[in-house]
């Protein structure tokens, strides 16, 4: 029931459109659009480097780049190609968001919808203090508590549910790719839970209470309005962790075992990642080493793109409700 | 299904500040009781006191009785969740759950509350759609968004919603301050209907709509701003505008309110 708005009668008279630009419009403008073409140019620019970079050396490679699984781009018959690391890369991750992912969101609706308000900052400011913490000192903690610790855990998993075929394997070792994708997991924890936690923070009261007058637990208010709600930015939030799990380097160099084998035994010494790969091989790499690390390096920027457009994808596909919330 | 509110000695706060006292009265079953005041008066916030969702927000709580015939809602063995699956409420904005369909909207509640067969809950979709005058607007596009429909539709696809569950009273809280006047109207003659199996409770700034919907009438008022919210009197509703027993009650139903 609005009521009409009263116009004056003679408003302030209509100015030229070039005088409007001139104050300080054009600048703007210029400075934006300016920052975007750089932007831009200096992206082309680093992807032009590294295929003139990377193209020598894959046609000296005698072998066959994206199916070969050994790494010996030294040699003077250069044999490489991406397999291993490009599955060690993927599993790594996968393990790490599949481990990371609900526990994130744990915390993220502790922190949202259960702990008492003064807990509840305290806790926030912890999560936000542990996104900032450098992944070297994840790799440090890995290696000297991690990878010792993580050899009770995996020579239990491998006694009494080796029956799995994840869990199999004669050789359990602590350095392993269940351990690599535990420390990646801790490491992309807090990100995910301090983004899952500011969208959860913003689900409409308005839901919440129509959720409660339903006569719905705090539990059910949860998954009828709070969840539906935060689901495109808690999977934001994975693809966000799951993007640092696959470009991690030091903290997984520190870890895995070094090994060019595709093997799904996560508790045996086997696995190794692009981004690994990269740390341990570039000092002492020749001219076509370091243009097969730089294909390498190609090939993780390509799956961390199509990572992000399936995540996208996920998110459009409920558009239609998504816009109607908005 | 529907039941007698008795309330005595209720007191309302929010932390320390108190915003409803001493307020006592009785809601008839199967009749709609108005709630009319100015601005925080604590009218609202009454309503939300008779199923429990005053506590809902943090630091608030409640002194008194309430009791829905034999029950005292705010006994020490009672589940706030229980009172409000018995006292369902309609909001002043419509807040269907955006991501959910028509249909998931209206079957929302009884899902919450246990298993319901497929052709059960068709059957309780279709009745409750048909109970809140909307079933032959939104029956060709159950699987749609309930967000996408216009907010007079919205508000009714939320009182599909609240009877669902099949409550014993309905608390409406101003449930037509967002809509136009053709929706109002609708939601109006829908009230009408669900008072012959509900006891309904309506908040209301629009006098006209308390006069033309409510069998009783209560008007709450406050002393001065940030002083409790007290009621003033309740009678019939066509004693409340035409001869009240009270003078702030002519005042404010006469617009010499200051």
Sequence with gaps: MATPTRTTESGPALRRSAFRRSRGDGPFRFASTGAGVVLLAIMAAIGLFLVVKAVPALQANTSHFLTELTWQPNATKPVFGIGALAFGTVLSSLLALLIATPVAVGVALFISHYAPRRLASALGYVVDLLAAVPSVVYGLWGVTFLVPFMLGPSTFLNDYFGWIPLFSGESIVGKSMLTASLVLAIMIL?????????????????????????????????????????????????????????????AVALIFPATFKISFQILGPYGNSIAANIANGFGEATEVGRGALIASGLVLFLITLLVNMAARFIIARRKEYARAAA | MAKQIEVAGLDAYYGSHKAIEGISMTIEPRSVTAFIGPSGCGKSTFLRTLNRMHEVIPGARVEGKVRLEDQDLYGPEIDPVSVRRTIGMVFQRPNPFPTMSIYDNVAAGLRLNGRVSRSQLDGIVEDSLKGANLWNEVKDRLARPGAGLSGGQQQRLCIARAIAVRPQVLLMDEPCSALDPISTLAIEDLISKLKQDYTIVIVTHNMQQAARVSDRTAFFNLAAQGQPGKLVEMDETSKIFTNPAEKATEDYITGRFG
């Design chain 1, 190 to 250: 807090p990100i995910i839970a301090a983004i899952s936690r500011e969208v959860f923070l913003q689900a409409p009261k308005m839901q919440e209470e129509a959720a409660l007058a339903l006569g719905a637990t705090r539990w059910e208010m949860i998954r009828t309005a709070v969840l539906p709600f935060g689901r495109p930015g808690v999977i934001s939030a994975a693809m966000l962790g799951l993007g640092r799990a696959m470009g991690e380097t030091i």
